[in-house]
């Protein structure tokens, strides 16, 4: 704590004389899992890069103290040796406490517990003025709520506080073909009532075609129930697992045991499976012996790498959408029309309170205040080549979800004018935060998440590097090369070989 004290410190005065200058910061974390680029200077960051450990984990209290950049897996692996883990757990293993924060993170545990924020008991802040403070649900709950979704426009969080419960050993999981969009949203209706399970998506390999998946905590390990690993380069890419299983048992369920650790980072190998796009880029050929080869480059660390240097994150659609259950069978038969993107990840959602930058609907339960559950649809593949058209099918893509009442998360491309914004979340609740908070010194939400096109097509007339990065196959080998020589795929080797070992020894 006294490390932590004296870094905090440090940097809210750094904070105070921005404050005092009158000039705006954008706070620099060491790694990012969003897809939108950051023009800032560096001279303009504040850095907080080494707020990255687990302070505490107590036991008896089923809590863990945590600095923001404590990314998912080694606060799992920290939290697992007490025999506990956090209830809301993010599929990709570099996002941190803070992003999740700070940012949207609804996982296939949402449905039970909500956003990954409803999981912590208070945070602690540095305001754009310099001062620190504390906020939960009640101890200035407005700014505890409001912060949530944000994306760090209210102030620097430095400190959390997560709620965990008990870990098992295994995740039983169960896979339930489905045969249409109607009958997997059904299905998942009906399963997020069942208090015996702890996790619940989908994948739709076609309108005709997908699995429900449930999983349930358990320490009993039954002979009769395989044990499935996904994390070695020999094992198998997890959608590609459930796509056999499919072929096997188009109609019947199936049941396997999953490593509680290894189930929660399943989707990592591959990013669920945008990584199949880097194969068909390179004309390489998409099978068991690459997919191994290729292994050290086909993490979300270093994919996230590979994303930014290559510009691709803004010629690929990667959007996640939320939608009440009642239009969404119409939003994905219109993704199917317009885009013709498979997979699509589905996972329910348990809904934020109002207001939020959580995607969000009004629907009401029949008490009429009840606000009720919303479904995620990961919308992830190639867009349109040409970037004008490329371009204009995501403003189609956001005025069919507007008029079908859902809302998409802020870690994306987002292409709305300043109007539009502010016409779906509510501008005057957020405004008098900020100057309640001292906050108006700092970039907006829209201003962070604004998708500014005219400046990208300026910056490829005018400057022949960003031109040549729009080249096949130029900006490829370029993610590539920074993927390959990036210091998070050296410390994610690291990381995965230690895991590995230590599982082996344990076998």
């Known amino acids: ?144 709520n409001g912060a949530a979704g944000a994306v760090g426009s209210l102030g620097i969080t430095t400190l959390l506080e997560l709620q965990l419960i008990e870990a098992k050993k295994y995740v039983e999981t169960t896979y339930h073909p489905v045969s249409s969009v109607s009958e997997a949203i059904q299905k998942l209706k009906k399963l997020t009532t069942d208090p015996d399970l702890d996790y619940i998506d989908g994948i739709l390999f076609s309108l005709n075609n997908g699995v429900i998946i449930t999983g349930r905590m358990t320490d009993t390990s039954d002979a009769n129930l395989p044990i499935r690993q996904f994390s070695r380069a020999r094992d198998p890419w997890f959608y590609l697992h459930v796509q056999d299983i499919l072929s096997n048992n188009p109609t019947a369920t199936t049941t396997e045991l999953i490593p509680l650790d290894e189930y929660l980072f399943r989707y990592d190998r591959g990013g669920f499976w945008v990584g199949r796009s880097a194969f068909h880029y390179f004309y390489t050929p998409f099978n ?33 959408l939320a939608l009440p259950y009642s239009t969404v069978e119409e939003f994905i038969k219109y993704t199917d029309m317009t885009f013709e993107i498979y997979p699509l990840w589905l996972c329910p959602l348990r809904q934020e309170i109002l207001p939020t930058f959580h995607p969000h609907s009004n629907e009401t339960e029949a008490d009429g205040k009840t606000l009720k559950p919303m479904l995620n649809v990961g919308l992830w593949g190639y867009g349109h080549p040409d970037r004008y058209a490329f371009f204009k099918l995501n403003r189609h893509l956001e005025a069919k979800l507007r008029k079908l009442g859902g809302m998409k998360w802020l870690y ?57 990065l729009t080249k096949w196959p130029i900006s490829g080998l370029w993610g590539l090369w920074k993927a390959a020589t990036s210091e998070q795929r050296l410390l994610a080797k690291k990381e995965r070989w230690k895991s590995i070992e230590e599982k082996d020894c344990v076998d």
Not at 423 to 442: E, F, G, M
Not at 453 to 460: G, H, N, S, T, W
């Open 412 to 468: 994306a491309n987002t292409y709305y004018s300043e109007t539009e914004f502010w016409s779906i979340y509510d501008r005057k609740w957020y405004d008098a935060l900020r100057t309640k908070y001292h906050a108006t010194s700092l970039p907006s939400v829209y201003d962070k998440v604004r998708t500014d096109v005219d400046a990208q097509e300026k910056a490829i007339k005018t400057s022949w590097s960003y031109w040549l």
């Open 1 to 144: 704590m006294e490390r932590h004290n004296k870094a905090i410190a440090a940097i809210a005065a750094n904070v105070r004389c921005f404050y005092d200058r009158k000039e705006s910061f954008r706070i620099c974390h060491g790694s990012t899992n969003s897809t939108r680029t950051s023009p800032f200077r560096r001279d303009k960051m504040i850095d907080t890069s080494r707020l990255s450990h687990v302070l505490k984990v107590d036991k008896e209290k089923k809590t863990a103290l945590v600095e923001p950049n404590v990314p998912m897996d080694r606060l799992v692996e920290t939290t697992m040796k007490y025999g506990l883990v956090p209830p809301v757990v993010m599929e990709f293993p570099g996002i941190t406490v803070g992003g999740g924060y700070a940012g949207t993170s609804g996982e296939s545990s949402s449905f039970k517990y909500g956003f990954f924020d409803r999981t912590i008991n208070y945070v602690n802040m540095i305001l754009a003025n310099g001062d620190m403070v504390t906020a939960s649900r009640t101890e200035r709950a407005d700014l505890f």
């Open 288 to 320: 068991w012996l690459t997919r191994w080869f290729l292994d050290d480059l086909l993490h979300t660390r270093v994919m996230y790498t590979a994303l930014h240097a290559s510009g691709f994150s803004t010629q690929y659609v990667i959007q996640d």
